[in-house]
């Protein structure tokens, strides 16, 4: 079927007024070249879509520019699945962000002019999305670890409705949770410890057919993609089975510290137990007066909180656990509980207890556990106890107490596996035949000896970590979010956290994992362009096979076939773009979003001569933040500088270096980028994109000197989408900046 | 030390925070204390110097065991019963009332500092009112200036005499109370009665022997 | 019939002659005005205020208050009690709090009452002055006696502690309580902005500890000049005293110039009423109020 183009343009919300709409008729007619163009005073009315389905379906239209509103809005009006589709962003793009003023009609019309061209330069340069056909269609979900938040990611998968594959490393469900005598209560009225009710979801488990579980059982391989993984599970005994599941939920919990670290607090004394180990001893107690090791009845205990937590020297954990102020105060009451006249000590620096744990905290004082504020120096035996020694930091004076035992809080280590960059590391030195190749050889066997999903992926065996070696989910916007798609982190894997945090983030988990099955299913992608059908392509015959895809995909979504060419996994693809903006040779793209529909927008830029004193500037805006920012400045009717010309793209991860180069080189008096945040508290909405982006823009300013042009024409900025009365102001000064520095010489040439 | 003090020490111990919970006024208040500081920074007294240890500090003190030191502290002295710390408390620790059940508890078991000049002002004020039954302004600051002897009485009169003088000039100090006029209640003698009783009762409470 | 009546309790400080005596003639004739009948709780005796708290002990000061409800019930049954003194309101309300709460003490005040032949069953309310100004007639009902507004007088409302706190008026913020001020405006004077108005005038400690109490009263004052104000109006017979009594010594000490009139909310009111210098207790000032003399002069 031949390409048809058809261009509207709408005159409602005041457009017809403000805009000179005979003119932008004729521009997309003369300069877009489409060969239907239609005005309609109301375009997304009833009538208007009518108009367009019409067209569409009566005139063998393919190929539709609306211009409008911005791309955000009227998108249930504006839904032609069918038909390749852009917008002109006449009215908060323009209109409404510009003053209705007589000096400012004749730059707004330019500006109208200018988005008309891009909308048609776009679309003819846009395919339809065809899906992807490469689709899985498993809706078994695949929960590894049988904790407190596996088991809970497993029923509520299957209460609503899915199966579920739950694997456990160890003889029986329950994890951590199964060893704790008690829990920190998680309901009114918060005054006393609860059971743990551990032996509740298991039963659960145990009674429900959807649910198959495996015990002593590890993940020996998982390959495939979303909606066709395909997970060896490995039983102790030898046996290995494979399953079909269309998402994973890693569930794999923590170990506590190495206490014998922790030598200065007392850590390896004989009575001397952190807060598993206190555990322990109340279990055996059942109830009853807690006995130390060696039998003998607790009649005052000394908590120690934060031990090698929040630690300074780098030496230990430099977070905090966050659980392990309520623990001990749900310990101490163990004690107070089987004996109100044990002394019962809790040492703290600050003592962390959110939420209703205020309450809990309140209880503990109440049956007399003392609280005292305090920094802890040493713990020595003494007697047939021990001596804690102590900085009072209220009384401001080094001081001692005598207790039978003592209770270090140490903190959580998370289970997420090897490192992935230490272990490139390690591989690309075993590659080698010297005697630190034979070393190495032996880190990588021991790494991948701790791997908790054994992925079949190129980027190596298990998910990415981001700090201290909890995975790294989008902790600051989407929490579920981890950099493989379709495999979510769940409990203390992911960030420090207590039961009933482990237990609604495995919920939530849950939810994003039959989410992710589903649109796999239907070929479209997940968050955060949920239900995008287009996906990324490469022409391998002009691939240099340089790996820059590769690697820098922030989601794992590409391997290499025999020939070492890239291979798309497209279930695994999150549409950002940024194997698109990393390839040099620009031989990968999207079917709607590519090299050259951005160039062409970029080239349809009228640009006046040196003269005009009207220069041009190229806003690139990461459309999940800076756009919609932008737009809602339009809303607000904040203003910015006419001469602006605003493009979205996917993320900044997906720009091109080429976009950059051609804009200046034909006559753009300057470039802004607009993307997110990266970094430690990267807000990112593909994680890596943004930050991949500005490192490749970071090379352009050696070209913008080769070509003998200031590099302030080329602005980096940080936009969040609350951004909304700054933006315009930075805008506007990057405006003045180049008009200070002048039009740049490459006009007209 | 008195008998009392003694008795008191080998009753409770080591658990001076026990003692603090059942003998002194809303003592069982103090192991709420969050040790925020909220109070200490509330207390006017703090501003000035004179606190030794603000609420907070003694709270902690007690619970850490500070029998002496806390007993003897001028801090509790201090307090002014402005009632800051205590509408601003987030645990509604009702610290004034403890300031004062901690001041009047080392006050009986005779550990209250000598000299202390709001001790001396307690003794006089209740004294005074309870006399008649009502407060007699003139004898009540005739005693508080000579508490230390004619000497310093004549010179804090001094000091104070245009205080004095122009109370006296606006008709708000009556001297005629000052030769046993003045207000009082009528049934004296059944306030007497009353009090001696409210005494011995509280007494019998806390263990104290009378 | 008089529109509201009440059992009064003067306390000690506002006997004929005592230290707050102004402030009893100026609500005798301000109750006037408003058609407010006052009975005298018979033979009622000292609330022990907060300072006696080392030598009374708790129960002993709860048995002096439970006499005084305990007469009030017998010879003023179903009044609420009135106190003009905020000392005398707080101690006698924080008595009713602790006896309501606790059955021991109450038993065992009750065991103390039976010595003067007497018996609590039912505590009266107990309540301020003020309280009965705002909520059982409100500020319209004050304003509209109004013959005289005060107008043009710049006024700093000094609340100090014990009408504000711990139990306060209510609807009012403990650290911004603005009664006060709306009291002064509705008898058509300046409130000024005053930021001491919840400081603590040194309360019973201006005599234990004079050199930090006039510390704190020196804040207070300065700070009312600061706003601009040519005087200071309270609801407390302590404070008043502490903040004009000690001006003087205040001089002395730290070569200040303080001369500022303290009244009475009382006071402002009677004159506003178109009382005179006398039905207001001017002549107790120790401060001479010249600018209200004036006033009730013309
Ligand atoms: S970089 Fe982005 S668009 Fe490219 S394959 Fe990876 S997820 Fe997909
Ligand atoms: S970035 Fe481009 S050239 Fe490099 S491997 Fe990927 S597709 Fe090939
Ligand atoms: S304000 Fe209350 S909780 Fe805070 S330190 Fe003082 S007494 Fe303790
Ligand atoms: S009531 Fe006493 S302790 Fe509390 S703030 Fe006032 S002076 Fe300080």
Not at chain 3, 155 to 171: D, E, H, L, M, S
């Amino acid at each position: 079927m031949a390409d048809k183009h058809a261009a509207y343009i709408c005159t409602g919300c005041e457009l017809g007024t403000r805009l000179d709409a005979a003119a932008l008729v004729k521009t997309a007619t003369k300069d877009g070249k489409i060969a239907l163009v239609r005005e309609h005073a109301f375009l997304c009315s009833a009538d208007g879509v009518a108009m367009i389905k019409n067209d569409i379906d009566n005139e063998a239209v393919t190929h539709v520019a609306i211009c409008a509103c911005s791309r955000r809005a009227k998108t249930e009006a504006f839904n032609f699945p069918t038909v390749a589709m852009s917008r002109g962003n006449l009215r908060e793009g323009v209109i409404w962000i510009r003053p209705d003023t007589d000096e400012a009609r004749e730059t707004t019309q330019e500006m109208a002019e200018d988005y008309v061209r891009m909308a048609c330069a776009e679309v003819k340069a846009m395919k339809v999305p065809e899906g992807n056909q490469n689709t899985g269609t498993s809706k078994t979900l695949l929960v590894v670890g049988g904790g407190m938040s596996g088991m809970t990611a497993a029923v509520e998968a299957s209460k609503a409705g899915y199966k579920v594959v739950l694997v456990e490393k160890t003889g029986a469900l329950g994890g951590m949770a199964a060893k704790l005598w008690k829990r920190i209560p998680n309901r009114e009225p918060f005054k006393a410890p609860m059971d743990n009710g551990v032996a509740d979801l298991v039963a659960q488990i145990d009674a429900d057919a959807n649910i198959k579980v495996y015990l002593n059982a590890v993940v020996a391989k998982t390959a495939g993609a979303p909606g066709r993984f395909k997970a060896d599970i490995a039983v102790e005994s030898g046996a290995v089975s494979t399953e079909d599941v269309g998402a994973i939920i890693q569930a794999s919990g923590f170990t506590p510290y190495d206490v014998n670290k922790l030598s200065h607090l007392g850590g390896g004394q004989a009575n001397v137990v952190d807060q598993l180990g206190l555990e322990a001893l109340a279990k055996a107690a059942n109830g009853g007066p807690i006995k130390r090791a060696d039998g003998k009845e607790v009649k005052s205990v000394v908590f120690v909180q934060c031990a090698g937590q929040r630690d300074t020297s780098g030496e230990h954990l430099s977070y905090c656990s966050g659980h392990c102020c309520a623990t001990s105060v749900k310990q101490a009451m163990y004690f107070k509980d089987a004996n109100p006249d044990v002394d019962t000590v809790v040492l703290y620096t600050d003592l962390r207890m959110p939420g209703n744990n205020e309450d809990f905290y309140r209880a503990a004082q109440n049956k007399g556990v003392i609280f005292s504020k305090g920094v802890v120096s040493g713990v020595s035996t003494s007697g047939d106890g021990c001596k804690v020694q102590f900085k009072d930091l209220i009384l401001n004076e080094d001081t001692s107490a005598d207790a039978d035992l003592v209770v270090l809080a140490t903190g959580m280590v998370p289970t997420t596996g090897p490192d992935l960059d230490a272990l490139s590391e390690a591989n690309r030195v075993a590659e080698g035949s010297d005697e630190k190749a034979a070393v190495a050889k032996e880190q990588v066997i021991q790494m991948m000896s701790t791997s908790v999903l054994n992925l079949d992926y190129r980027q190596g065996p298990d998910m990415p970590q981001f700090k201290h070696g909890f995975n790294d989910s989008h902790f600051i916007c989407f929490p579920y979010e981890t950099r493989r798609t379709a495999i979510y982190a769940a409990g203390p894997t992911r960030r420090p956290m207590d039961i009933a945090q482990a237990t609604e983030d495995a919920t939530g988990a849950a939810m994003k994992a039959i989410q992710a099955m589903e649109n796999a299913g239907l070929g479209k992608a997940a968050h955060p362009r949920a239900g995008d059908l287009s996906f990324p392509t490469a022409r391998l015959e002009g691939c240099t096979q340089c790996k820059r895809c590769t690697v820098e995909c922030p989601f794992g979504a590409i391997d290499e076939d025999e020939k070492r060419f890239p291979l798309f996994n497209e279930s695994r693809c999150r549409r950002c773009g940024t194997c698109m903006g990393a390839c040099p040779v620009r031989v990968i793209s999207f079917e709607n979003y590519s090299v050259n529909t951005v160039g062409a927008q970029i080239k349809a830029v009228d640009i006046p001569d040196e003269f005009s004193e009207k220069p041009r500037v190229l806003i690139l805006a990461c459309e999940n933040d800076a756009y919609p920012a932008l737009d809602m400045a339009g809303m607000n009717r904040n203003e910015y500088d006419p001469f602006m010309r605003v493009i979205p793209v996917r993320c900044l991860g997906s720009v091109n270096t080429i976009w950059i180069t051609d804009a200046l080189n034909s006559g753009f008096d300057g470039v802004m980028l607009m993307g997110c945040k990266h970094g430690d508290q990267y807000q990112c909405h593909f994680v890596k994109g943004s930050e991949l982006g500005r490192y490749r823009m970071s090379k352009v300013y050696d070209t913008l000197k080769g070509m003998n042009l200031e590099t302030e024409r080329l602005m980096d900025l940080e936009v969040a989408i609350t951004d909304v009365d700054t933006l315009p102001k930075k805008i506007n000064e990057y405006a003045a900046k180049i008009q200070e520095m002048g039009m740049s010489p490459f006009k007209g040439l | 030390m008195s008998d009392m003090n003694q008795q008191m020490s080998a009753k409770y111990k080591n658990n001076f925070l026990k003692e603090i919970e059942e003998q002194a006024e809303m003592g069982e208040w103090v192991k709420m204390c969050m040790q925020c500081g909220v109070c200490s920074g509330s207390c006017p007294t703090n501003f000035h110097p004179g606190w030794e240890h603000p609420p907070q500090e003694l709270f902690m003190m007690i619970r850490a065991g500070k029998r002496d030191e806390v007993l003897d502290s001028q801090s509790m002295w201090m307090c002014v019963s402005c009632y800051n710390c205590y509408v601003r408390c987030p645990r509604k620790v009702p610290i004034t009332h403890i300031m004062h059940g901690i001041a009047e508890y080392a006050y009986r078991i005779g550990r209250a500092p000598k000299n202390q000049p709001t001790l001396h002002l307690s003794q006089t004020f209740w004294n005074n009112a309870t006399k008649t039954g009502r407060v007699n302004e003139v004898q009540l600051t005739q005693s508080l200036y000579f508490k230390d002897g004619i000497m310093d009485g004549i010179k804090k009169a001094m000091a104070m005499q245009d205080v004095a003088l122009g109370l006296v000039k606006a008709g708000r100090l009556n001297v005629m109370e000052a030769i046993g006029g003045g207000h009082k209640c009528k049934d004296i003698k059944g306030i007497h009665a009353m009090l001696a009783k409210a005494k011995e009762l509280e007494n019998q409470r806390k263990g104290r022997a009378a | 019939m008089a529109k509201k009546e009440y059992a009064f309790y003067p306390g000690c400080s506002s006997q004929k002659g005592a230290s707050a005596s102004n402030y009893l003639v100026s609500v005798d004739s301000m109750c006037k005005t408003l058609d407010i009948k006052m009975t005298e709780i018979p033979d009622w005796n000292c609330c022990g205020a907060s300072i006696s708290y080392a030598e009374a002990g708790e129960l002993p000061r709860l048995a002096m208050n439970a006499r005084n409800f305990a007469l009030s019930e017998q010879h003023l049954p179903g009044q609420d009690i009135v106190a003009t003194c905020a000392a005398c309101w707080l101690g006698s309300r924080e008595s009713k709090e602790r006896l309501e709460h606790n059955n021991t003490l109450m038993d065992d005040t009750n065991k103390a009452l039976k010595e003067a032949g007497l018996n609590l069953k039912v505590i009266p309310e107990v309540r301020h002055m003020v309280e009965v100004l705002i909520e059982d007639l409100g500020y319209a009902e004050l304003a509209s006696h109004v013959k005289k507004p005060l107008e043009g007088m710049k006024i700093a409302g000094y609340v100090g502690c014990q009408t504000n706190r711990p139990f306060g008026i209510q609807g009012e913020s403990f650290e911004n309580p603005m009664y006060l001020d709306k009291l002064i405006e509705s008898v058509g004077a300046q409130a000024t902005k005053f930021d001491q108005k919840v400081t603590c005038c040194g309360g019973a400690l201006a005599f234990s500890e004079p050199d930090k109490a006039q510390a704190q009263i020196k804040d207070i004052i300065e700070a009312a000049y600061d706003s601009g104000a040519e005087m200071l109006v309270t609801p407390c017979p302590l404070c008043q005293a502490n903040t004009e009594v000690y001006q003087g010594q205040i001089n002395k000490k730290y070569g200040t110039k303080f001369q500022l009139p303290v009244l009475y909310y009382s006071q402002l009111m009677v004159l506003a009423y178109g009382g005179s210098a006398k039905d207001a207790g001017l002549n107790g000032q120790v401060i001479r109020a010249r600018r209200l003399e004036e006033f009730a002069g013309k």
